[in-house]
């Protein structure tokens, strides 16, 4: 009886933690609102609209990379870009604003400063039992200049990042857009996007 007294006390701040990690990863979860024009695809959380020969997809609940805990610090949006007219589309992360439902505006953040946030953090939980990141580690190389504090750095934000370029006719991109984290407050999102003269806007909602 003592062993297994023993054992569980030894155990308990693991499980704790285990707890915090489960509770974090079950936390808020931004989902398309179903009351708006295009497609809907509520199970998948993706809203598609085209218009002009332009088809924008944006998908939420998505980020399963590294750093696993980015959500608890972005809202991360995985967004896909067909550019099905015949000229070239471009495109730069100042075309993308999100607005929640006090007006508050938040721009995209430049993925090389989302790593750098990271970056220059320690992760809040033990990589010994939670990381999928495994040597040899993806270390970030224009990082090594300006942090050379000797710590590998595992890392897929730069390059599953929407890139910033021009869409040649036909062709498509994707990747994720990083927003400064929105406040557990909020209920409602709005996802305004401005191409060229393509204008659309993907609303979504925030559940507990």
């Not at 200049?145 to 910033?164: K, W």
């Amino acid at each position: 009886m003592n062993i297994i007294r023993k054992w569980g006390r030894s155990f308990l701040p693991l499980f704790l933690l285990i707890s915090l990690v489960l509770s974090v990863g079950c936390g808020l979860k931004v989902v398309p609102k179903p009351d708006q024009t295009g497609e809907v695809d509520l199970e998948s959380n993706i809203v598609t609209k085209e218009k002009d020969g332009v088809r924008i997809s944006v998908q939420t609940m998505e980020w399963r990379y590294e750093p696993y805990y980015l959500d608890d610090f972005y809202t991360p949006f995985l967004v896909l870009i067909k550019n099905g007219t015949n000229n070239n589309l471009s495109v730069q992360y100042s075309d993308f604003v999100l607005i929640d439902g006090q007006g508050n505006q938040y721009g995209v953040v430049d993925p090389e400063k989302v790593e750098r946030f990271f970056y220059s953090r320690p992760s809040p939980y033990p990589d010994t039992y939670f990381t999928r990141c495994y040597p040899p580690y993806r270390t970030t190389p224009f990082l090594a200049p300006s942090y050379p504090f000797g710590r590998d750095f595992c890392s897929d934000i730069a390059l599953l990042a929407l890139p910033v370029e021009t869409i040649l006719p036909g062709a498509q991109i994707r990747g994720f857009l990083f927003f400064r984290k929105v406040a557990a407050v909020e209920t409602d999102l709005k996802l305004r996007v401005l191409l060229g003269e393509i204008s659309e806007q993907f609303d979504f909602q925030i559940r507990r």
